[in-house]
């Protein structure tokens, strides 16, 4: 660690340093590859997958020197693959070039094509030379010659405004009838700075002020100028160190049980690779996720090249709504009690300023794992406390939220390969006891791949910090249930997906009032007879109990359950032309229906054109035409956007949207310099408001403009 | 009065006398040329077509020059008629189109002028994606009310994705022009494919989104049985539509037919001629 300090401290020093490595062509993560990661109603913070992707994408993997794990973080390969990659390294030596990967059992041309944007190739003489244990440690020189900065910058602004940011009139101002507005401008603003070097140091300042909230200096709500702070240093693989971060951190373990930040792969066509989760263990954060994150320090070091311990501790402030208890209880006077915990991050009014950061939290905990070529077996565990104590509330479906100061959490998780097949699992003592789990088997075999996955969340399973896989991705209680999903390559070209999922909630939920089942299943088939043309159709049903009333026999109103079905058919088109110029084509019909009753129907056309002209300029453009026949017949649609900025646009009503994406990349002397435009509209029929409170827009549109400046050296 | 009101009341006048006249909206014009009508309108990768309404990339996509008159009465109503001519001029920049258009009886007309561009875009040495553009002005007229007048902007392209296939997408009134605010001109975004099994048969399929209306799809059959002769047919639905029609070509003369079957509303007959060098 002693090493690492000084290699840190000149990644921070050493950047006027001009980089030797011309950066890499750093293409965006196009919306599709979310979109075929991603539920449709994608949960937790979105933005973390695209960082994930982006990371990976800037820092591909070399594939002569990238453990299986490491390998496996690359969402087109799933862990027997990435096994399979490591092996054949090991038994025939290293690889010549990329494409030699083909050779790998379980690397097809599709897992190829998709994987191939996160991969590179060292000079196979500087793996060669490295007998090391573990990985080797940069030497000064090195952090100097390949340090990256990037600088980004970013402004969105919603050009129709609701009447949160109407002035307060004089004659109310003061007065108890003043009208509740916003504190602060409508502008998003989002700055990062960045240093790296590789995948091994990375020092990062993340500031964000949302829409609605002011630019003021006010440490003590933690405001400075910017709404949102978030700091990290961090070295990883380096040596016998693992991870070391100072800041802020997410921690990932297991299959999320646990730990893992709030951010994850739902359900969707991609219905086998992104099941089981690859915990990273302790990885810096920079995102702008205000909520879930750690903020103090966390290490995993080599005990031994099989052993690792991790520790980490953390303070922070969560936004949360505190209220003073009646002093006629028996608490005493003056007690306060949490009543929830704030999850947007909005600080735009007095309500939401006031629930800032009201809340302390304290957090230490560590662990330990074996990692083998056949097995990776951890066992990790936390204890908390926070500043106040948590109140449930009273409501029947409340009854087990998490009450109290304190929690205490550990559980023991373990991944075993068998030849092709990989069985998971992670088993949790959640606060007062309680044991909840989730595993299953992975197979890739060949044309086939499957997974079987079964969960158990028992209702009184409280997991403050887990984000394991469910019906309600992330809500790691209340839910058991059982998953099976495919995906198979039965001819060139062909890929056939699905998945059947059952799952049912124990205890009543809020707006449930009984117990509720459910289903869902997902049927997907892309043909692609080329390489720059694919097609593909994805069916969809899902049906749930929800609440419904009905009459008794005296003629009261029961509250009871009644199935709710949605379905969706969608077929879509992508022709890439050249590389300079690519068309892709949407439909897609959705139907809602509770009981019996009628179908309530939605559809959706959209053609998309996405070209690069004069070398330096990217357009993007989409039309979409949408009509559905309310909220409940729902549809989305993932859109192109900034660079991390992550758009999964909801669509009900009837009308239009439309947006226009055009970027620059100047090259040459200002090679690094990318600037990003992007306005958006959204325009109803027969509508004379869009919106809702102090959202709410007279007339019958929305548009959005975004722009980003950024800037790698 | 706003003249948007004024045109309801014209409109609403209308719809009393004769419900089918009541409004241009209210059943989509047959226009477009009797191919395309005999095709069920389902004409988005229609290669070809010197009319450019289910997609002006078509123009880029004429052997030569093309001009061509048509006629259509939709429902066997005099009211209904439409009368249109459109010609288009390939050159080393690209197809220039113009296209005129009246429709509507003594009482209600509604004309549209048209000026259009196309070229190819070559993406590789074999390969080139079709774009174009329709800019329309729309003029109505109604005695004892007024005129109004609004310009669209209509956009399409069309590719050849594999030999033997191709895909096309129009999005009609872009721009989502009106007479007046209430009453916005017929706005839709169209994809579609055209497919040729053999030289002498060609099937198309669109899926085509008004703005104001459910999604409508499209299909359509076109075969060549000698070499002068087209049989059509063709279908769409919402409205359901059933559609046929005959083509001749005898050296640079071309003459269609069609005539169209609404569920509810009865035929709609359509007859063109035009030359194509």
């Known amino acids: 660690m002693t090493r690492v300090a000084p290699l840190l401290i000149a990644l921070l020093?050493?950047?006027?340093?001009?980089?030797?490595?011309?950066p890499a062509d750093s293409s965006d993560v196009d919306e599709a590859v979310l979109e075929n990661l991603s539920d449709d109603e994608i949960s937790g913070d979105p933005t973390a997958l695209l960082e994930l992707l982006e990371n990976l994408r800037e820092n591909p993997l070399d594939i002569n020197r990238a453990s299986a794990a490491d390998l496996a973080q690359i969402p087109a390969l799933s862990a027997s693959v990435a096994r399979e990659i490591v092996r054949f390294r090991e038994t025939y030596g290293l690889?010549?070039?990329?494409?030699?990967?083909?050779?790998?059992?379980?690397?097809?041309?599709?897992?190829?094509?998709?994987?191939r944007p996160y991969l590179t190739i060292g000079r196979v003489l500087d793996v060669e030379r490295r007998p090391s244990l573990y990985p080797a440690v940069p030497t000064l020189a090195e952090v100097r010659a390949n340090a990256r900065v990037d600088v980004l910058q970013r402004v969105q602004r919603r050009l129709d405004l609701g009447r949160g940011y109407d002035p307060v009139p004089d004659s109310l101002a003061g007065t108890p009838d003043e009208p509740t507005r916003y504190a602060g401008s409508p502008e998003r603003v989002y700055t990062r700075l960045r240093a790296t070097y590789r995948r091994n140091l990375s020092a990062n300042l993340t500031l964000e002020k949302d829409p609605g909230e002011p630019f003021a200096w006010d440490p003590d709500l933690g405001s400075y100028g910017y709404d949102f702070v978030s700091f990290h240093l961090a070295a990883l693989q380096m040596g016998r160190l693992d991870a070391l971060v100072v800041g802020d951190y997410v921690l990932e373990f297991g299959q999320g049980l646990a730990l893992w930040r709030a951010a994850g792969f739902g359900k969707g066509r991609e219905s086998v690779r992104t099941l089981v989760k690859r915990g990273r263990g302790v990885r810096p954060y920079g995102s702008a996720d205000e909520n879930n994150f750690f903020r103090g320090a966390a290490a995993t070091v080599a005990v031994t090249p099989w052993l690792y311990a991790s520790a980490f501790g953390s303070r922070r402030t969560l936004d949360a709504s505190i209220l003073e208890v009646d002093t006629t209880e028996v608490e005493a006077p003056g007690t306060n009690v949490v009543t929830g915990l704030g999850a947007t991050g909005l600080h735009r009014t007095p309500t939401e300023r006031a629930r800032k950061n009201a809340l302390g939290q304290t957090l230490g905990g560590g662990a330990v794992e074996v990692r083998t070529d056949r097995a990776t077996v951890g066992v990790v565990g936390y204890a908390t406390r926070f500043d106040e104590a948590f109140a449930p509330g009273d409501r029947p479906y409340q009854r087990f939220n998490f009450s109290g100061d304190e929690a205490a959490m550990a559980s023991l998780y373990a991944n075993v390969f068998l030849g092709r097949y990989q069985l998971f699992g992670e088993v949790a003592r959640a606060p007062d006891g309680v044991f909840g789990g989730v595993g299953g088997v992975e197979a890739?075999?060949?044309?086939?791949?499957?997974?079987?996955?079964?969960?158990?969340?028992?209702?009184?399973?409280?997991?403050?910090?887990?984000?394991?896989?469910?019906?309600?991705?992330?809500?790691?209680?209340?839910?058991?249930?059982?998953?099976l999903g495919l995906r198979l390559r039965p001819a060139r070209g062909w890929i056939v997906s699905g998945f059947f999922d059952q799952y049912r909630f124990p205890w009543v939920r809020f707006n449930v009032p009984r117990p509720a089942r459910g289903h869902e299943a997902l049927l997907f088939v892309q043909y692609r007879p080329r390489t720059w043309i694919t097609l593909y159709a994805q069916g969809r049903t899902e049906t749930r109990e929800t609440s419904a009333e009905f009459a008794g026999p005296t003629g009261a109103v029961l509250p009871g359950l009644t199935d709710e079905t949605r379905q969706s058919l969608r077929v879509q088109g992508e022709y890439v032309a050249s590389r300079a110029l690519r068309f892709r084509a949407r439909v897609e019909g959705t139907r809602y229906r509770e009981a019996a009753g009628p179908f309530a129907t939605g559809v959706l056309v959209f053609q998309d054109v996405r070209w690069q002209f004069l070398d330096a300029f990217l357009l993007d453009a989409r039309l979409t035409f949408f009509d559905t026949e309310g909220y409940d017949a729902r549809l989305y649609q993932f859109e192109n956007d900034?660079?991390?900025?992550?758009?999964?646009t909801l669509l009900y009503g009837r009308g239009t949207r439309a947006y226009a994406m055009v970027g620059f990349r100047p090259g040459g002397r200002f090679d690094g310099l990318d600037l990003r435009l992007k306005l958006a509209e959204t325009r109803f029929r027969h509508r004379h408001t869009v919106g809702s409170g102090l959202d709410e827009v007279e007339g019958d549109r929305v548009r959005d403009l975004s722009l980003q400046l950024r800037y790698r050296f | 009065m706003p003249f948007g009101t004024r045109l309801r009341?014209?409109?609403?006048?209308?719809?009393?006398?004769?419900?089918?006249?009541?409004?241009?909206?209210?059943?989509?014009?047959?226009?477009?040329?009797?191919?395309?009508?005999?095709?069920?309108?389902?004409?988005?990768?229609?290669?070809?077509?010197?009319?450019?309404?289910y997609n002006p990339a078509a123009w880029a996509t004429l052997p030569g020059r093309a001009g061509a008159a048509f006629a259509s009465q939709a429902f066997g109503l005099s009211e209904l008629r439409i009368g249109a001519?459109?010609?288009?001029?390939?050159?080393?920049?690209?197809?220039?189109?113009?296209?005129?258009?009246?429709?509507?009886?003594?009482?209600?007309?509604?004309?549209?002028?048209?000026?259009?561009?196309?070229?190819?875009?070559?993406?590789?040495a074999t390969r080139a994606v079709h774009g174009g553009l329709h800019l329309r002005y729309y003029g109505v007229s109604i005695p004892d009310y007024g005129s109004a007048g609004a310009l669209g902007l209509s956009l399409g392209a069309m590719m050849e994705v594999v030999p033997g296939l191709r895909f096309g997408f129009l999005a009609q009134n872009v721009n989502r022009p009106g007479f007046s605010d209430l009453d916005p001109l017929q706005a839709t975004l169209d994809v579609g494919l055209a497919y040729e099994p053999i030289e002498e048969a060609l099937v198309l399929f669109s899926v085509a989104k008004d703005l104001d209306y459910p999604v409508s799809f499209r299909g359509g059959l076109e075969v060549r049985p000698v070499e002068e002769l087209f049989l059509r047919a063709g279908f769409s639905t919402a409205p359901v539509r059933f559609s046929s029609g005959v083509g001749v070509a005898v050296g640079v003369l071309r003459a269609d037919i069609a005539a169209e079957r609404h569920e509810a509303l009865g035929w709609t007959p359509a007859f063109g001629v035009g030359v194509q060098f």
């Open chain 1, 444 to 483: 890739a075999l060949g044309p086939l791949d499957f997974v079987a996955l079964g969960r158990h969340y028992p209702r009184d399973f409280v997991s403050l910090h887990g984000y394991a896989f469910g019906e309600r991705n992330g809500i790691s209680q209340n839910e058991s249930g059982l998953y």
């Open chain 1, 13 to 22: 020093l050493a950047l006027p340093a001009r980089a030797q490595e011309a």
């Open chain 2, 85 to 124: 001519v459109a010609f288009a001029e390939p050159t080393r920049f690209g197809t220039f189109a113009a296209t005129a258009r009246t429709y509507g009886f003594s009482d209600f007309r509604e004309t549209s002028l048209g000026l259009g561009f196309a070229r190819a875009i070559p993406v590789s």
């Open chain 2, 9 to 53: 009341g014209a409109a609403l006048l209308a719809a009393s006398l004769l419900p089918l006249a009541a409004h241009a909206q209210l059943v989509p014009l047959a226009e477009g040329g009797a191919r395309a009508l005999a095709l069920g309108r389902a004409a988005t990768a229609l290669e070809g077509d010197v009319w450019g309404h």
């Open chain 1, 642 to 648: 900034l660079f991390g900025v992550f758009a999964n």
């Open chain 1, 95 to 115: 690889f010549g070039s990329i494409p030699e990967l083909r050779a790998v059992e379980g690397v097809t041309d599709e897992v190829f094509l998709e994987a």
